[in-house]
């Protein structure tokens, strides 16, 4: 698909946004783009070298966030449960049975394997045996020289906005399938998004704090999605990943979150512009 309008550039270092013959006139940047070049510190980037003001985090945070084994060692450090996992790299595929013995003994299955800097459940998949395995590392290691291949955990889906370090009520994500795949998140109508989570208010608490320790360790500012699982086995929250820059549909999560806590969507969008122009 490409995107029908203008031709638009943002020129570094003058800081100006040209589309089309037009130069737009405008006080700070809301990069609400994900994936490479849009939540990994490359356009972040750009803006510092601009000295352009923009929402979110910066450039080291959401290189960290992004990558999935650097910031499962920080949460490691920092004492925030996260699942075990297994990096795996393009040169271990000439002998993929070292990985395979390596995860039956430290992980066992099932697994499933992420591209190690990709978001949207893209590359990813759900292994059960030796042959998924191989499958699924080919498949991951497609869109990168990196991935992680993670325990599964069986549990609920629980998220926490944080906006300007602070936190709203949890969120659960709802769903039909096996997992929340990209079908899941793009496609299938019968998942569901429910704000306030139904969590215990002891849980509520616990599950802030830990979005909250997560949003610091990794030096987020502005805000992020901190997605975590609610096993089932009795570890409690177990952190997933950090977002740095969530959906901003006014039924994506984080939004949704924060109207659950008492903000309406403007007021969000005022407070994230007004972090930004302040620096924080």
């Not at 929402?55 to 699942?83: H, N, W, Y």
């Not at 030796?130 to 325990?151: F, N, V, W, Y």
């Not at 949704?256 to 620096?279: F, K, R």
Request: charged share 20%; with cysteine; glycine share 8%.
């Amino acid at each position: 698909m490409v995107a029908a309008g203008r031709p638009v550039s943002f020129r570094v270092p003058e800081g100006r946004l040209i589309a089309g013959r037009d130069e737009i006139e405008f006080d700070v940047a809301f990069p609400v783009l994900h994936g490479p070049y849009g939540e990994d510190g490359a356009i972040q980037g750009a803006f510092e070298m601009a000295n352009t003001p923009y929402v979110g985090c910066g450039i080291a945070a959401s290189a960290l966030a992004m990558e999935k084994d650097f910031a499962k060692q920080i949460f490691v450090q920092q004492r925030i449960p996260t699942a075990r996992w297994v990096v795996v790299t393009t040169a271990d595929l000439s002998n993929p049975s070292r990985i395979i013995d390596r995860v039956i003994r430290e992980l066992d299955f099932p697994v499933f394997v992420k591209p190690a800097e990709l978001g949207s459940s893209v590359g990813v998949s759900k292994a059960t045996n030796d042959a998924e395995l191989q499958e699924a590392m080919h498949r991951a290691l497609s869109h990168g020289s990196k991935a992680i291949i993670e325990e599964a955990i069986a549990g609920r889906e629980i998220e926490v906005a944080v906006l300007g370090g602070r936190s709203t009520v949890p969120g659960e994500i709802v769903i039909q399938t096996d997992w929340y795949d990209y079908e899941s998140k793009y496609h299938d109508a019968s998942s569901e998004f429910v704000a306030p989570a139904r969590l215990t208010p002891p849980q509520s608490s616990e599950v802030r704090e830990l979005a909250e320790r997560a949003y610091a360790a990794l030096g987020c500012a502005g805000l992020a999605r901190v997605d975590f699982f609610l096993e089932d086995r009795g570890r409690g929250f177990v952190i997933n990943e950090v977002n740095t820059m969530p959906g901003f549909t006014p039924i994506s999560g984080f939004p949704t979150m924060c109207q659950a806590s008492g903000m309406t969507y403007g007021e969000m969008c005022d407070e994230l512009v007004q972090l930004a122009l302040h620096g924080e």
